[in-house]
């Protein structure tokens, strides 16, 4: 007997019990609600070694996310509760959602576009996206003991991916896929470039700010605050989204999305503005790029136009240093009249 319904976050279960009403097996999937009369009709008429062997053909007619599960029943669930548990660790809660599984399901849905259009099977990047956040909050921690954060999800995903019975091969083009984001070797390794492409271009366009305010809410920040303190990083990035992709795919995305965002952006700012929440203008400033000859790099300063205590004008500063995964841009602003001082610091963006 089969049970179904969906649940939160457009989640398709399947239920089979025996005559007695026993759960003997659960199915969770990530699918369209238009994809649920087909799926159940799909796992009712298959056997498993028929529908293990019809997984490979699954992608070209329904999602990605269904051949997945087809292929390695219970393994987006289990990403899922990893999700979950280490980021209730990291909070010290039990929230049943989790904000970082949401932004991974959002990037890897667009590792599966990127491929398609990049000509390569999505089935692997997919996988290497729903892990490449994996290691975020290992063992309740943010970067535990230093330990760069893909490393420990490619440690994360190993063991699993083998419990789930993927080939040798395949797990080591996840793995590599995932540990290429932080070694600047993304561009070589095409499941790493559409993993890079993948994950900034989920930081734009709706769904990325939308993003970027649920994440300002839930670290307390009010409306002014995130803008004040964070929006010259999210300009910064959005205006060079295009140059930071490694994936022509990427390219053409990013483009459309940039343009949305910036124009959001400024209207927020003209919005603040004219609510007399915020007083702020876009300030952009030309500087050299750190580790690459003869470019530069145009960063998108959202500032006061004068010192809120005075009215004083500010005199600027700026340097850049070596970070562990980026080249980080640090800005001073002193007022020259009461000598009030701001500061403000994020990595720069990579430019292609």
Same mark, same amino acid.
């Given at each position: ?11 398709f ?16 999937? $990530? ?15 298959l ?35 990893? @999700? ?31 491929a ?5 099977? $999505?089935?692997? $990047? ?19 003991d230093g ?30 896929g ?35 305010? =649920?994440?300002?809410?839930l670290?307390?920040? =009010? ?32 483009t459309?999305k940039a343009?949305?965002?910036?124009? @959001? ?23 050299p ?12 300063l ?5 010192? $809120? ?9 700026w340097?850049t ?14 007022c ?17």
């Open positions: 007997m089969f049970a179904t319904e969906t649940i939160a976050g457009s989640i279960r399947i239920r089979q019990s025996d005559s007695r009403g026993s759960q003997t097996k659960e199915i969770l999937i $990530p699918v369209r609600a238009t994809d649920q009369a087909a799926l159940l009709h799909h796992h009712l008429t056997t498993r070694r028929a529908r293990d062997n019809a997984a490979t053909m699954a992608s070209k007619r329904t999602s990605t996310f269904v051949s997945i599960e087809s292929r390695f029943p219970g393994l987006l669930e289990k990403v899922r509760q990893v @999700f979950r548990d280490t980021e209730n660790a990291y909070e010290g809660g039990d929230n049943p959602e989790s904000f970082l599984w949401e932004h991974t399901m959002h990037v890897a849905s667009i590792a599966d576009q990127l398609r259009a990049e000509g390569l099977h $999505p089935q692997i $990047p997919v996988i290497a996206a729903l892990f490449h956040d994996a290691g975020k909050f290992a063992d309740g921690k943010y970067h535990r330990t760069i954060e893909e490393e420990e999800s490619a440690r994360i995903a190993g063991p699993l991916l083998r419990e789930f019975g993927m080939k040798p091969a395949d797990i080591t083009r996840v793995l590599s995932v540990k290429a984001l932080y070694n600047e070797q993304s561009r070589k390794n095409r499941i790493g470039a559409i993993l890079h492409d993948a994950d900034f271009l989920s930081k734009f366009g709706a769904m990325g700010v939308a993003s970027f305010f =649920t994440k300002a809410t670290r307390g920040r =009010t409306l002014r605050s995130a803008v004040i303190g964070y929006l010259s990083k999210e300009l910064t990035y959005a205006a060079c989204l295009p140059l930071n992709m490694h994936t022509a795919a990427g390219k053409k995305l990013a459309r343009r949305d965002s910036v124009r @959001f952006f400024r209207s927020l700012l003209d919005e603040l503005r004219e609510a007399r929440i915020a007083a702020l203008e876009v300030r952009p400033i030309r500087i790029y750190p580790s690459r000859a003869n470019k530069s790099l145009t960063v998108q959202v500032v006061s136009p004068a010192c $809120p205590e005075c009215g004083g004008d500010w005199d600027m500063g340097s240093e070596k970070g562990v995964k980026c080249e980080k841009l640090n800005m001073d602003w002193r020259s009249h009461c000598g009030k001082q701001l500061e403000t610091s994020f990595c720069l963006p990579e430019i292609v």
